[in-house]
C-alpha cells in the first residue's frame, strides 16, 4: 500500500465522506473510489460499507485503521522531524533576556515552540550591566534588549515590547510618599550607576546624565547586578529609574516604586550576532514578528 493510499484510507475512515475526504486531501473524488477498490482488491474484502446515505467502517475496516494510524503517525512524524533538521530547525535556540522580561516575550516564545517543537528553547538570563557579552560569548543565541544598540557587529530585529520607567527608592526615602515624580527631581538625590561593559549611550536611555533642564544627574554607587542595585537602594544612599517590570517582580517593603510621569519609554527589540544569524535566528524573528502586540 503506498503512502498517499495509507492516507485516503485514514482520512475517510475519519470523514466517512467521499467528497470531505477528496476536497481536505485535494483529490478528485474518483481517485479517493479507485483507491479504496484497490486496497480492498489487494487485501480481498470490503474496506467500507456504502449505500446511498451512509458509508462507514467494516469490521475488517477497522482493525486496519487501529494498525495503520499508529505506523502513519510515525512515519509523519520522522519525516517532519527529518525535514526540520534539513531546513535547520531543529537543535537548540538560546534567548537571553532580563530575569524580569520572561513573561513579556511570553507570546513570541510560545509561537516558536508551537512552529518548531524539534528545537530546544532554552532560556537565559541577561545581566544589565553587560547586556552584550553572552551574545558574543556564543552562550546567546538572540537577546532582547532595549534600544538603541549601535554595536557594529550586531544585528536589530524587529520590536518585541514597551517599557515605562519608574524611581525606585528607599521606604523612608523624601519621594516615597509622592504619587508620582519628574525626571528632574533626579538632579536632587545621587543616582545609582552601572558597571561597565554596559555602553554609556545605552545606560544613558535609561539613566541620562542629565535633567531636562539640564542640571547634572550625580551618580554615586555602581552596581553589576539588579540585587545589588535594589539592595543599594533599600539603604537611602541611592534612587535609580527602574523598568516597571521590577516593581512588579520585586516588590519589597523596603523599596517604593513611584511612576515617573516624563520618563522615557524604552523599546526593546531582538538583537543577535550579526555572524551568528542561524536559520533558527530567523525563524525567531519571524515568531516575534507575527506575535508582536502593538505598543
Not at 554609556?200 to 551618580?219: C, K, S
Not at 540585587?227 to 516597571?244: K, M, Q, Y
Amino acid at each position: 500500500m503506498e503512502l498517499r493510499d495509507i492516507e485516503i484510507f485514514l482520512k475517510l475512515a475519519e470523514e466517512l465522506h467521499f467528497g470531505r475526504t477528496a476536497e481536505h486531501l485535494r483529490v478528485s473524488q474518483a481517485r479517493v473510489s479507485q483507491s479504496i477498490k484497490q486496497q480492498e482488491r489487494r487485501i480481498g474484502g470490503a474496506l467500507f460499507e456504502r449505500t446511498s446515505r451512509r458509508v462507514r467502517l467494516t469490521p475488517l475496516g477497522e482493525r486496519l485503521r487501529d494498525r495503520l494510524a499508529a505506523g502513519y503517525g510515525e512515519i509523519m512524524a520522522g519525516i517532519d522531524e527529518a525535514t526540520a533538521a534539513a531546513r535547520g530547525h531543529a537543535g537548540t535556540l538560546t534567548v537571553g533576556a532580563f530575569d524580569t522580561h520572561h513573561t513579556e516575550i511570553a507570546a513570541v516564545l510560545d509561537l516558536f515552540r508551537q512552529r518548531h517543537p524539534q528545537c530546544e528553547l532554552r532560556l537565559r538570563e541577561i545581566v544589565v550591566s553587560d547586556p552584550f557579552g553572552g551574545l558574543r560569548a556564543g552562550r546567546i543565541d538572540i537577546a532582547v534588549l532595549w534600544l538603541p544598540i549601535r554595536e557594529p557587529d550586531l544585528t536589530v530585529g524587529p520590536h518585541t515590547h514597551t517599557e515605562r520607567l519608574a524611581l525606585a527608592v528607599a521606604a523612608d526615602h523624601p519621594l516615597a510618599d509622592r504619587d508620582q515624580v519628574e525626571m528632574e527631581d533626579l538632579g536632587d538625590y545621587p543616582v545609582l550607576g552601572l558597571d561597565r561593559p554596559i555602553p554609556d549611550y545605552l545606560f544613558e536611555m535609561h539613566t541620562p546624565l542629565v535633567t531636562p533642564a539640564g542640571r547634572p544627574i550625580r551618580r554615586a554607587h555602581t552596581v553589576a547586578t539588579l540585587a545589588e542595585g535594589l539592595a543599594a537602594i533599600a539603604t537611602g544612599a541611592v534612587v535609580s529609574p527602574v523598568g516597571v517590570h521590577v516593581a512588579v517582580t520585586r516588590s519589597r517593603r523596603d523599596i517604593t516604586f513611584v511612576p515617573i510621569t516624563d520618563a522615557p519609554v524604552l523599546q526593546y527589540a531582538a538583537v543577535w550576532r550579526s555572524a551568528n544569524e542561524t536559520p533558527l535566528v530567523r525563524a525567531f524573528v519571524q515568531a516575534a514578528l507575527d506575535a508582536r502586540i502593538p505598543a
